[in-house]
């Protein structure tokens, strides 16, 4: 898809902020409903650093495993294995599905039963997507340096952010978007305008994403194997790392703020309290890259490199 015409295009360029201190943060096609099997069920309660009784009661039930791709897109991820790290996923509020496929500068759409149903060409390989409303959706397209508002009927770009440097992450809340712009901060801009409302002084030097709640801005840094949560001023919260959890990439999280991880090397999800001091390991499953909860469901879609989806109920 190349950008129309008709396009509204901005050039953002971001407000120099006092220096606060900062974090270099550098499968199968079946659709047989099951649960999940004892052998990834993992059982053990984390501790928090500081001792409580109280137990983490989360658990996952596999209900869906499919494909999100046909096998050209299957082989055109796994003989590019640097970008397999770009893969996203994400559920409109209808409870469709839509899957990025970097290599064929694609978006790929299922319904919530994971049949597909269309597919979108970019006009640039996508890093990260984040979800206005059940007609609209942002894309970042990373080195490229630039954001586009996609239409998801009329598939065209409707609004474009350029940058001077790279854009990776990105989230909505409030009809706010949050871009990571790299070696900058995070930027918050009104979508509808591209006015830009703050930069937010998390000094982030690495592709990476994150999430944005009422109160916290997260993210994950697979180099040193951490998340981090700021609150809104780019104050840090806590960090969370643990043995267990390596290469951590995809992110989501509940109503309540708690936070789920997709390990990618390590092979598991992790879920983490909202105040980063209880954590669980959840499921351990090889080569998960990104994760997206429908808080309306409760029901968890897992990504992985070779095109294979998960959705899990959540039971808390």
């Known amino acids: ?105 694609l978006l790929l759409i299922h319904d919530d039963e994971g049949h597909f149903q269309n597919k979108i060409y970019l006009s640039g390989r996508p890093f990260d997507l984040a979800i206005i409303s059940s007609k609209l959706i942002a894309v970042s397209y990373g080195e490229n340096r630039y954001v586009e508002i996609i239409d998801l009927k009329t598939k065209d770009a409707v609004k474009s952010f350029n940058w001077e440097t790279n854009c990776f992450g990105i989230a909505i809340i409030s009809n706010h978007l949050y871009i990571v712009i790299e070696g900058r901060g995070i930027a918050v801009l009104e979508h509808t305008t591209g006015q830009m409302i703050k930069t937010i002084p998390i000094k982030i030097n690495q592709k990476t994403f994150l999430v944005v709640t009422h109160d916290s801005i997260i993210y994950t840094n697979w180099i040193f194997n951490t998340v981090y949560c700021f609150d809104l001023e780019g104050n840090e919260k806590w960090q969370f790392k643990k043995n267990k959890l390596h290469r951590p990439i995809g992110l989501t999280v509940n109503k309540s703020g708690d936070v789920f991880v997709a390990g990618n090397v390590s092979g598991n999800i992790f879920y983490i309290s909202s105040d980063g001091k209880r954590s669980k390991e959840l499921v351990r499953d090889t080569d998960i890259i990104d994760l997206y909860l429908d808080n309306q469901t409760y029901r968890l879609l897992t990504y992985k490199s070779d095109g294979s989806a998960f959705k899990y109920f959540v039971e808390s």
Do not use: Y
Request: charged fraction near 20%; hydrophobic fraction near 30%; glycine fraction near 2%.
């Open 1 to 105: 898809m190349h950008k129309p015409q008709h396009a509204v295009s901005f050039a953002v360029r971001l407000q120099q902020t006092e220096n606060k201190t900062t974090i270099q943060a550098n499968n199968t096609t079946d659709n047989t409903s099951q649960s999940i099997s004892a052998s990834n069920i993992v059982s053990e309660t984390k501790r928090p650093t500081n001792s409580t009784k109280h137990a983490i009661n989360v658990r996952l039930h596999l209900w869906k495993k499919f494909k999100s791709a046909n096998e050209e897109v299957l082989n055109s991820g796994r003989s590019h294995h640097h970008d397999i790290l770009m893969k996203k996923c994400s559920v409109l509020p209808n409870g469709w599905m839509i899957f990025t496929e970097p290599n064929l500068k």
